[in-house]
């Protein structure tokens, strides 16, 4: 169980072009979904949380207009990245938290963007 | 000073050693601790998940927590190549919303 996936795992763009990325929690309901960023070696940077049903509350120095996201299920969030730029190239992983959990994450395989 | 502090390594241990991983905090008010383990180019995946001090024990992981000292620790017994990755420590406020806050990760090779 306690399964999350994203799609796709991998994605290259044109610079000025918009990609979106899906979260999906396979077997688990997730009122609240993550969205991280992370560069080569370093730590996941947390972007946004995403709450079913309510706008995304995104940390400081996050653009919220760059960087899109939408919550419309339990299982599904989703993340755009609007007029990406090769310093946008980096790795996206989205986490979910088990409605039934009290603070248990479960973390996607994460989405390779490249921006050319 | 970072929040939390994890030493990034690289870590290098022989097959079936004992290896020992830790994090250190300075935020006493971290009430929620986890141990992710992520392998190259994936997302992280959850092994050990703690609220107390002490230890909690599951197959050859054992976590501890020790909140006087802000210190956790990961124990990896007979340690295998399949366990070379990258290991992360996390930990939550108690009203945080959920909110992680990651070490920058351990890289851990186990060689033949």
């Known amino acids: 169980g306690a399964v999350v996936s994203q799609h796709p795992s991998r994605v290259i763009c044109k610079s000025g072009t918009s990609v979106k990325i899906e979260c999906r929690s396979l077997?688990?309901?997730?009122?609240?979904m993550f969205w991280y960023r992370q560069f080569p070696k370093k730590s996941l940077m947390l972007m946004a949380t995403?709450?079913?049903?309510?706008?995304?509350?995104?940390e400081q120095g996050v653009e919220k207009d760059k960087f899109l996201i939408n919550h419309a299920s339990l299982t599904l969030s989703t993340l755009t990245v609007t007029s990406a730029h090769p310093e946008d190239s980096s790795f996206y992983i989205c986490?979910?938290?088990?409605?039934?959990?009290?603070?248990?994450?479960?973390f996607g395989p994460g989405t390779r963007l490249t921006v050319l | 000073q970072k929040e939390v502090e994890q030493d990034p390594g690289p870590l290098s241990v022989p097959e079936g050693a004992i290896v020992s991983l830790n994090c250190t905090y300075s935020n006493s008010a971290f009430q929620y601790f986890m141990w992710y383990r992520q392998y190259s180019r994936k997302g992280p995946e959850l092994l050990m998940y703690t609220y107390s001090s002490g230890n909690k024990e599951d197959g050859r992981f054992t976590a501890q927590v020790d909140k006087s000292s802000k210190y956790i620790s990961l124990f990896i017994r007979d340690s295998q190549p399949s366990d070379s990755a990258t290991y992360l420590c996390?930990?939550?406020?108690?009203?945080?919303?959920?909110?992680?806050?990651f070490g920058t990760g351990t890289q851990l090779k186990v060689e033949l």
């Open positions: 077997d688990f309901q997730a009122t609240t």
């Open positions: 995403s709450n079913e049903g309510s706008k995304a509350t995104y």
């Open positions: 986490s979910a938290r088990d409605s039934a959990s009290s603070r248990e994450q479960f």
């Open positions: 996390a930990m939550n406020l108690a009203g945080g919303g959920n909110k992680l806050t």
